[in-house]
């Protein structure tokens, strides 16, 4: 039976802070216009804040490339500003968990300044570097961003490791000097109040010493060597070595960001006995829809497969250990626009997802105009687009002359901007996100889609999670309750059973826009049943089981029956 904690009774809210609210009118989001929006936030119900990073940045990867850990971008705001944000958290009950992003700096961290300076830097070994290998690169490995992952650095005639950007350089955890540097910077913040950290690819700290070749699977000339950089043989010392130096001195919540990890691997680092970290976000589900050479490659998901990838994760982490339920985040497309139907049925397939999320064990974390139902963009050309990740690979595609067509289709479809237009607060020009030209355009749909809009609409997506969330707050069974998936073959229904002392909860899922017959599997008997939260609003609040027998669904409809 799960152990009781405030983080597994939390909603998290996840915030990308360009995008959000901009106070001042220079078109990025920052923190006063944070602030202005907290009670939003307590109106809708979420009790945590995961804040992506706000320290200060040349804004390379926005945010994710720090230049100093312990101050706030000037686009941002100030320190003043931070702490307001916080107390404004805290007064209101509500938490707030920070980006912590320590695999990497900026290049214009001072740090990375010293260690290319010279070889005989101090800080030379803070970063990872290596002199070439016959005139090439130390070795094969590709850049998560495109090209190669060493750059060149004529000063000292040698080649710094970057997973990421150039503008990324890796630190050496392998430097003990390094990791105390990071526990100082972690208690910093904690001692200034943050509640959490969300740990960008936290697993990817530990090289392998050797830094071999990756093997070769295509005729490009850098490969991806994720299998000598991710989950590497030190990540558990240091993990633990975090966890003693600075963790276990806070309550606090932490959640790492690690692809590549299976529910067998994730029930070791979120075990609660081997206090590593409290939970995990896995990529199993949001990788559904990549080809055999990533995420540029388009493939067809299947509930199958959702079906599959969730009961096991459920599975194995019920006994000892947590799971974050989520569909989206700033570096993925629209989950509506993905996994749902963002035309016809945007409204009933966002609910449906909603419903999934809400209804699973473990800690729903929501990504900002989610809640509103915001939707994938389409824009007319590059020229709108910002991302590094998407200008990369759109100029290496266009370099190895890859069709144009296909090449913004994909774009389209799969790129990180589709999560990053400015939240959509009302119908006025910018959407309301701000008085001068924003960063990155405005989804041309905000006339329809937008806070103020649904706030008036009884009916609206908003309403239906503020309703999920008060349905966890009131029911320790959404929160605790055990999982038991049925109708396992069918191929449109994704159902469940989660239950808590005296208590069942029967999910009803319909993933599709076809209509699907529902029918209770023999084994599940109860008396009565009643409605908790459904997204069609013409249904009878009671059930019997014979009312199961035959139950049909409309496209993407969602029921919660509680069961006695
Ligand atoms: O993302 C880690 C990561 O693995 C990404 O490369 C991800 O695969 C990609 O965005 C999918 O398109 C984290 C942050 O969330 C991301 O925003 C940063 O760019 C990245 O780390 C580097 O810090
Ligand atoms: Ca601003």
Known sequence: ???????????????????????????????????????????????????????????????????????????MGTMADWEELRDGLHSRDMKLVMDLVVNHTSDQHRWFQESRSSKDSPYRSYYIWRPGKDGKEPNNWSSEFGGSAWEFDALTGEYYLHVFSKNQPDLNWENKTVRYEIYDMMRWWLDKGVDGFRMDVINMIAKHPDLPDAPSVDSSPYQWGGQFFINGPRLRYYLREMYVKVLSKYDIMTVGETRWVDADMARIFVDEYRHELNMLFHFELLELDYGPSGKWEKKAWELSDFKRILSDWQKKLADSGWNSLFLSNHDH?????????????????????????????????????????????RFPCIEHYRDIETLNMYEEGL?????????????????????????QWNDSSQAGFTEGTPWISVNPNYQEINVEQAQQDQNSILHYYRKLIDLRRRYPLFVYGDYRLILHKHTRI????????????????????????FTLPERVTFKNGRLLIANYSDINEKIVAEDLNELSLRPYEARVYLLD
């Open 1 to 75: 039976m799960p152990k009781k904690k405030w983080w597994k009774e939390s909603v998290v809210y996840q915030i990308y802070p360009r995008s959000f609210k901009d106070s001042n009118g220079d078109g990025t989001g920052d923190l006063k216009g944070i602030i202005s929006k907290l009670d939003y936030l307590h109106y809708l119900g979420v009790n945590v804040l995961w804040l992506c990073p706000v320290y200060h940045s040349p804004n390379v990867d926005n945010g994710y490339d720090i230049s100093d850990y312990r101050g706030i971008m000037d686009e």
């Open 333 to 377: 497309p629209r989950m509506v626009s993905r996994f749902g139907n963002d035309s016809t049925y945007r409204v009933e397939s966002a609910k449906m997802l909603a419903t999934l999320l809400h209804t699973l064990q473990g800690t729903p974390y929501i990504y900002q105009g989610e809640e509103i139902g915001m939707t994938n963009v």
């Open 399 to 423: 370099k190895n002359s890859k069709d144009l067509k296909e090449l913004t289709e994909v774009i389209c479809e799969k790129g990180r901007d589709n999560a990053r237009t400015p939240m």
């Open 494 to 517: 994704y159902s469940y059973l989660r239950h808590w002392e005296e208590e069942t909860l029967l999910v009803i899922l319909n993933f599709f826009e076809e209509s699907a017959v």
